[in-house]
């Protein structure tokens, strides 16, 4: 995936500066894709340049202007081309996975440290995107906050991302027990 349709749907979503779309993208995209403030302003101005997106001076009290950042018809174009275009199957090329396998060529233990972080890692992860779920999408049957409303499709289609990522995250937790039980058990004891 290309930052530019990340880029694209982030303001299909909701227009915004740069600045907010930075703050976005740690908040919801950057769950599945990084981006520094540097590259997301670098693309911007591309894609500004490619006529895929319009900018409007918003005034500022106090303040120089803003830019706000909106999706213009050929940035449309261009991310409807993407969207309809295959994914290309992933390789597999996974650090862990192939350090879980040379253990048995070195001291299985020496690995059980680095694992455990990882999967604090992942943990904490997790935490964050339940936090997330229980915030943006609280359960329609559940006292929640005065604001909740019905899921339109783009949230709706947001929720199910998310979902992903909590799924990918549960898989993940379960497969490193795995992974420690199985260190731990080829561990002789010291």
Do not use: C, N
Not at 35 to 54: C, F, K, N, P
Not at 64 to 93: C, F, M, N, Q, T
Not at 105 to 117: G, M, N, T
Request: proline share 7%; no cysteine; charged share 30%.
């Amino acid at each position: 995936m290309a930052l530019d349709h990340a880029i694209l749907v982030s303001l299909l979503e909701k227009p915004g500066s740069g600045y907010e779309l930075a703050r976005r993208f740690e908040r919801s995209f950057g769950y599945f894709w990084t981006a520094t403030h540097q590259q997301i302003y670098r693309v911007l101005r591309r894609m500004e340049s490619e006529g895929w997106i319009d900018v409007r001076e918003v005034p500022q009290q106090g303040r120089p202007d803003k830019k706000e950042y909106s999706v213009a018809a050929p940035g449309r174009a261009a991310l409807s081309e993407w969207l309809h275009e295959p994914i290309a199957p992933e390789s597999v090329r996974h650090d862990l996975a192939v350090k879980i396998r040379g253990a048995a060529f070195d001291d299985p233990a020496a690995l059980i440290r680095e694992v455990e972080r990882y999967r604090q890692v992942h943990s904490e992860r997790l935490a964050h995107y339940l936090a997330g779920e229980a915030r943006d999408f609280p359960d329609p049957g559940a006292p929640g906050p005065l604001d909740a409303r019905p899921l339109d499709a783009g949230r709706e289609l947001q929720h199910v991302v998310l979902r992903g990522g909590i799924a990918y995250e549960r898989m993940t937790l379960a497969w490193l027990d795995d992974v420690l039980a199985t260190l731990r058990r080829l561990t002789p004891e010291r």
